[in-house]
């Protein structure tokens, strides 16, 4: 007779300054008595990659086929796992529409995986509305981007690689941020850390 998966409850949160920008990541593991949290951040990321790291590094951190509930405050992550969003971008080559590629993809890939490992329910919480966890997610968060903080601004960086944050934005594909990063490595003495897509 199979045992029953363990219970695991997973709080996340993701931050980001300017939007792209600095940004972070926190996550709460629960299981029991037990609560293990992680956190961490990159120089140049959105909002958005920053929720979906924060359920992927907190499914990373499970060591056994777990029952899983994942709590977010981004609908953008929830309903797309939910409403089975993210699975059509995937059967469909991620592509959103027969023109318009799913962004993020890169991420939504290792998330599905990821999902598919476990037995995973995501739902929806109120940000900034008391909920403890959800709090601690965001300090986390907080703290995850703080290291980057005192770095110089990645606008300026860009701006004097004669990089534009709009065409930038124009780029669209993983691919092209991968091209960026390496311009800058070429460009810049000091060495990108992480770029991620816009």
Not at 49 to 72: N, P
Request: hydrophobic share 35%; proline share 2%.
């Amino acid at each position: 007779m199979a045992q029953p998966l363990k219970p695991v409850t997973i709080y996340t949160d993701g931050a980001c300054i300017g939007n792209p920008g600095p940004g972070g990541y926190g996550t709460v593991l629960l299981y029991g008595e037990h609560q293990r949290e992680l956190s961490g951040g990159y120089q140049l990321t959105t909002n958005n990659r920053m929720e979906m790291m924060a359920a992927i590094v907190g499914l990373q951190a499970l060591k056994h086929q777990c029952a899983v509930t994942v709590y977010s405050d981004s609908k953008y992550v929830v309903e797309a796992i939910m409403k089975g969003w993210a699975v059509r971008w995937r059967s469909k080559g991620w592509m959103r529409t027969k023109t318009h590629s799913a962004v993020n993809a890169d991420l939504w890939q290792q998330l599905l995986s990821l999902c598919e490992q476990h037995q995973v329910e995501f739902r929806w919480v109120k940000g900034h509305s008391g909920n403890v966890e959800n709090e601690r997610c965001d300090r986390l968060g907080l703290r995850g981007y703080s290291t980057h903080s005192n770095r110089r601004n990645w606008a300026t960086r860009l701006d004097k690689a004669g990089v534009r944050l709009k065409a930038i934005q124009d780029l669209g594909g993983w691919s092209s941020m991968a091209a960026l990063q390496r311009y800058l490595d070429v460009a810049e003495e000091e060495k990108v850390e992480a770029i991620t897509q816009l």
